[in-house]
């Protein structure tokens, strides 16, 4: 029996042999680009927007009639050249370019804001390792003249507090055109963008420019949203009467994740753990001081990697956006949100998971493993398997 299945397969004609490794080959091919490419747009494809009322007041007699769509997304910590093997670029990195390039086409925002940790490797980098990753950076989160791309420092891109120099502030500041208390005004609807890493209240030289660039900012906006004439206020530029959304990389204080919940949160046995403030959250008197310097309707930060949803003051809703990438997710995601200058809506959407992409992958393999010894007439029942056993042991 053995020695006739073995005189199949080499007597199978030629034409037929290579007629099945051409539809093998097409088999293959098909599951890679699925897996590869198209699975983005079918996940991301079931996202939508959320609705918000387009009328809005602005408090100055006019009325917006256009809603803004921005995205907000966090932690992609592109590898470097210290940590980042080769084979985990190139798999986090093309996930990380797909899913983003998939969702400008599909979802056409009109601002993306990135929450931070751009980089992985940005608060150690030498130059020439820093230019080859601001490089692969614009190469994968690169986008059409009608979407601007926002970016905020987060502590792997420019160091802890402890690690935090000038220069390494002013070369992310160069790139990416961001200052702490820098104000994105787009449609009437006010973000501020804060250098978290920088809020330790020591009274060092980037902490203490950072802090009087954020309360001349808030100078500007209270003034703005002031009814009437008001001394203190003549001399201050006016801006859209809406209050801002605060835009971060650490979150606003808080004790621990416990009371986060849902599938993209923290693991049930980190939830409790308790955060450090100045490295895991804001420090209790920094968070303080924002919310009393701007008053925002919506706070928005990264860092923790893992979903959560906070209330502070009783009224001030905070997002903690999970990360962008499957180097520090199976299940990441990013945020969509219907802005006016009176309203928001928000909604999450998931991107592909790591174990779905693995798991077809698997599932592919193990099919066309059958598929091949079927081909070749190599599966048999047991009872011929066992025969061809003891004849070869017999032999």
């Keep these: 029996m053995l020695q006739s299945s073995q005189s199949a397969v080499r007597t199978l004609p030629l034409k037929k042999r290579i007629s099945f490794l051409m539809k093998l080959t097409c088999f293959v091919s098909s599951v890679f680009i699925f897996c590869e490419f ?13 609705e918000v009322k387009a009328g809005a007041h602005m408090g100055n007699g006019e009325i917006s009639t256009s809603v803004l769509k921005a995205l907000f997304l966090a932690d992609t910590h592109l590898l470097g ?5 080769w084979l985990d670029k190139l798999r986090r990195e093309w996930q990380m370019e797909r899913s983003f390039q998939t969702a400008l086409w599909l979802l056409q925002p009109d ?3 990135i929450l931070g940790d751009v980089f992985d490797e ?6 020439q390792a820093w230019a080859d990753d601001v490089r692969r950076f614009q190469k994968m989160f ?17 160091g802890f507090h402890y690690e935090m120099t000038a220069y390494k502030v002013k070369r992310f500041e160069k790139v990416f055109n961001f200052t702490s208390g820098k104000l994105v005004t787009r449609k009437g609807v006010n973000f501020v963008l804060v250098n978290s890493v920088a809020m330790e209240g020591d009274g060092c030289a980037v902490c203490g420019a950072s802090e009087a660039e954020l309360a001349a900012l808030s100078r500007r906006l209270n003034c703005s949203l002031q009814v009437g004439a008001c001394r203190r206020c003549s001399d201050v530029e006016k801006l859209p009467a809406s209050e801002p959304i605060l835009l971060q990389h650490y979150p606003l204080h808080r004790k621990s994740d416990a009371e986060c919940a849902g599938e993209d949160a923290a693991p049930p046995e980190e939830r409790n753990v308790p955060f ?28 923790t990697h893992s979903a959560c949803e906070v209330l502070h003051a009783g009224r001030i809703p905070e997002i903690s956006v999970p990360s962008f990438s499957w180097r520090n997710r199976n299940n990441p995601s990013f945020i969509m949100g219907s802005v006016t200058p009176t309203d928001f809506s928000l909604r999450k959407c998931f991107l592909p998971h790591e174990s779905t992409v ?11 493993a ?24 017999k032999a």
């Design 358 to 368: 693995f798991a077809l992958y698997g599932a592919a393999g193990a099919l066309l």
């Design 111 to 113: 601002i993306v804001f």
């Design 142 to 158: 690169r986008h059409p003249v009608r979407t601007e791309l926002v970016v905020v420092a987060g502590n792997h891109d420019i």
């Design 122 to 127: 940005g608060k150690w980098s030498l130059p």
């Design 81 to 85: 050249e210290i940590k980042g093997h």
């Design 38 to 50: 198209l699975i983005y747009y079918v996940v991301i494809f079931q996202c939508h927007w959320p």
């Design 276 to 303: 450090k403030e100045k490295y895991d959250v804001l420090s209790r008197e920094a968070s303080q001081k924002l919310l009393w310097w701007f008053h925002p309707r919506l706070v928005l930060s990264g860092h």
């Design 370 to 393: 059958i598929l091949v010894l079927a081909h070749f007439q190599l599966l048999t029942p047991p009872f011929y398997f066992a025969q061809r056993l003891i004849s070869k042991h």
